[in-house]
């Protein structure tokens, strides 16, 4: 079964860094469309980035451009959030999507805290 284990949350100062993991199983991942998204308290999830089956297009919400990079590794069926100069409004809890024609499928989640 399609599976998504996240990976690399954690507590960190603000102007800190982050990477984030996604390891994929259960699914042809070169054929999933994978997204970051991130839901913080009392907030509805947003989407936070995107980057196309092959790699070759990432999009960003305008609130984390310049500071976030998503990437993947077809081989090691993995996708990645690198996360530079946090801020407190980047708290949340982070997931991993993929997007296949069959459908949705989600990890867990992993929490990130930006804080002093």
């Known amino acids: 079964q399609v599976q998504l284990v996240e990976s690399g949350g954690g507590l960190v100062q603000p102007g800190g860094s982050l990477r984030l993991s996604c390891a994929a199983s259960?699914?042809?991942?070169?054929?999933?469309?994978m997204k970051w998204y991130r839901q913080a308290p009392g907030k509805e999830r947003e989407l936070v980035a995107r980057?196309?089956?092959?790699?070759?297009?990432?999009d960003y919400t305008d609130s984390v451009k310049g500071r976030f990079t998503i990437s993947r590794d077809n081989s090691e069926n993995t996708v990645y959030l690198q996360m530079n100069s946090l801020q407190p409004a980047d708290t949340a809890v982070y997931y991993c999507?993929?997007?296949?024609?069959?459908?949705?499928?989600w990890g867990q989640g992993t929490q990130v805290t930006v804080s002093s």
């Open positions: 980057i196309t089956r092959a790699g070759g297009s990432t």
């Open positions: 259960g699914f042809t991942f070169s054929n999933a469309v």
């Open positions: 999507n993929a997007e296949l024609w069959i459908g949705n499928y």
